[in-house]
Antibody, heavy 120, light 111 residues
């Protein structure tokens, strides 16, 4: 059974930093592109960042480029999102999403989500 | 610019069928899309991938009441024999090499 378990969320002040983790199991993690997707309260889904199977290629939405860094540790089956210079508009539930293919173009499994709240 | 557009809302009666639409932006009519369902207070769930030729591949455990189709730049999700648990938000998603894009979602109400 595929499982994606996010952790590391919380409440912090603007300008702060946070690292999210996503522990994956039930599939060959190193063979799947992965992404982070977020959802502000009452809003739609917004893709945040994606990463290739090896971690050698990373992709970002314009809204987070230069502030967020995606990475992965295939030996630990874990995906990360380092979030710096956080803003109020980054407040959202963050989902880890498994790519259905090596390219990770679309997602066939989702985590349960973790809340990140940025407020003074 | 790669964009997918959805109607904000739709409704249909219990036991009936409904067809949701996702429209690809100009110049992208040959792109595949994925449909995702999000029930209230839950995380998203993958339903299917719909290709430009209308073929579709459902996710694990997705019943055949859910089907996909294509016409030009439009990608459809048809839900037959509507059940109360089908009341949810439905998102289409497409992609480029370095980008993934979601539509704004369609809120489906089952009457």
């Amino acid at each position: 059974e595929v499982q994606l378990l996010e952790s590391g969320g919380g409440l912090l002040q603007p300008g702060g930093s946070l690292r999210l983790s996503c522990a994956a199991s039930g599939f060959t993690f190193s063979s799947c592109g992965m992404s982070w997707v977020r959802q502000a309260l009452g809003k739609g889904l917004e893709w945040v960042s994606g990463i290739s199977t090896s971690g050698g290629s990373t992709y970002y939405a314009d809204s987070v480029r230069g502030r967020f860094t995606i990475s992965r540790d295939n030996s630990k089956n874990t995906l990360y999102l380092q979030m710096n210079s956080l803003r109020a508009e980054d407040t959202a539930v963050y989902y880890c999403a498994k790519g259905a293919t090596r390219d990770g173009y679309y997602f066939d499994y989702w985590g349960q989500g973790i809340l990140v709240a940025v407020s003074s | 610019q790669l964009v997918v557009t959805q109607s904000p809302s739709a409704s249909a009666s219990l036991g009936a069928s409904v067809k949701l639409t996702c429209t690809l932006s100009s110049g992208h009519s040959d792109y595949a899309i994925a449909w995702h369902q999000q029930q209230p207070e839950k995380g998203p769930r993958f339903l299917m991938k719909v290709n430009s030729d209308g073929s579709h591949n459902r996710g694990d455990g997705i019943p055949d009441r859910f089907s996909g189709s294509t016409s030009g730049a439009e990608r459809y999700l048809t839900i037959s024999r509507l059940q109360s648990e089908d009341e949810a938000d439905y998102y289409c998603q497409t992609w480029g090499t370095a980008i993934r894009v979601f539509g704004g979602g369609t809120k489906l109400t089952v009457l």
